[in-house]
């Protein structure tokens, strides 16, 4: 017989998807506007936060930033994960204060524990200083738009 928190677990298991497919990757503007905002602000710190969205009509459609206390120095961030399973989390962004965007070793790493795609932002800072890469650290073509 099964513990109540092991149908617990069960239950919200078969709640979420099991994957996420979608073949289009957008980026809200107002949220392209807060990263790099904010990875200016943070200069010459590394800055970390993870991405709110959802699939819709074969369209990950990133909305929103989710916050969680970090620690930043100008070679890395870091994060302890404090969120609920179903936050709507899909990747995270960082920001790297010298002039790539390509994503470290230490990087891969994280994007192997968490969510579907991730972005990096490289100085100075701005929008086409925007990578985009999946869990395994490909690269992936993304747009910024007013949604």
Known sequence: MKS???KLKQALF???PKTKTFSRITLKKTVADDITEIAK???PKEFIALLKGDVKDDTLAI???IYQH???SPHSASMTFDLPMISGAVGSVHSHPGPRNTPSSADLRFFNKRGF???IINYPYKY???ACYDFEGNRLDFSIENF
């Open 14 to 16: 078969s709640l979420l």
């Open 117 to 119: 795609i991730h972005l």
């Open 70 to 72: 970090f620690a930043a």
């Open 128 to 130: 086409n200083n925007i």
């Open 41 to 43: 602000g943070s200069y």
């Open 63 to 65: 909305d929103g930033l």
């Open 4 to 6: 109540f928190s092991e």
